[in-house]
């Protein structure tokens, strides 16, 4: 399952599994994925606000595909 994870600020993604997981390009977005239980995990900072946060689920389902979004903060 890939899921995604959206935090509009960087203290809110870094909150999630803290130091695990590697950076991946994805244009514009800070992002970084981990493996866990047999699930790829992509962590996302989006920036505030509406339009920042469903242009990077956009953008992130587009390059990688999402079963599943999560968001934070």
Known sequence: MNIIVLAALEEEADAFLPGAGTQIDC??????????????????????GKVNMS???????????????????
Do not use: N
Not at 55 to 73: M, N
């Open 55 to 73: 242009s990077a689920a956009a953008r992130l389902h587009a390059l990688h595909g999402a079963d599943l979004f999560i968001v934070t903060g």
């Open 27 to 48: 244009g514009w977005l800070a992002a970084r994925k981990v493996t866990a239980l047999g699930h790829d995990i992509i962590t996302a900072t989006t920036g505030i």
